[in-house]
């Protein structure tokens, strides 16, 4: 029984470990009554830090932009670059791109959206 729980301990937390360093959850759009409740921004890119840099002229980072005020959760180490929208539409974005421009390509393509063009809004509140 000892090594059972052992084992399972052991998997979960490295589990865990592993699933925590690739994926940084997005605030949720509880009230919406689409597929997904947050965005989801696949991603090339490897190091969560590389979104912590400030975005444009405003006082957040690339990472709040994201996560905070656009309800968008970053998936890193991902083969291509990609956003995965509320209604589950993805949106292919160029490979290649450094976390800044592609926080700006990810940005104006939010705000071309019906619920994104709100959301935009509470970036300069």
């Known amino acids: 029984m000892r090594k059972f729980l ?5 998997f979960l937390f490295f589990s865990n470990l592993l699933f925590c360093q690739d994926f940084f959850e997005g605030m949720k759009r509880n009230e919406l009554k689409l597929k997904y409740k947050s965005r989801i921004l696949r991603t090339s890119i490897e190091k969560i830090d590389s979104f912590k840099v400030i975005f444009l002229d405003s006082r957040y980072t690339l990472e709040q932009i994201l996560r905070q005020k656009l309800y ?6 991902q083969p291509k670059n990609q956003l995965i929208s509320y209604d589950g539409t993805i949106f292919d974005l160029p490979d290649n791109m450094n ?27």
């Open 72 to 77: 968008t959760s970053i998936q890193l180490n």
């Open 6 to 10: 052992f084992t399972h301990l052991f």
């Open 99 to 125: 976390p800044n421009d592609l926080t700006i390509k990810v940005v104006e393509l939010i705000g071309d959206m019906y619920f994104g063009q709100f959301e935009l809004k509470n970036i300069y509140k």
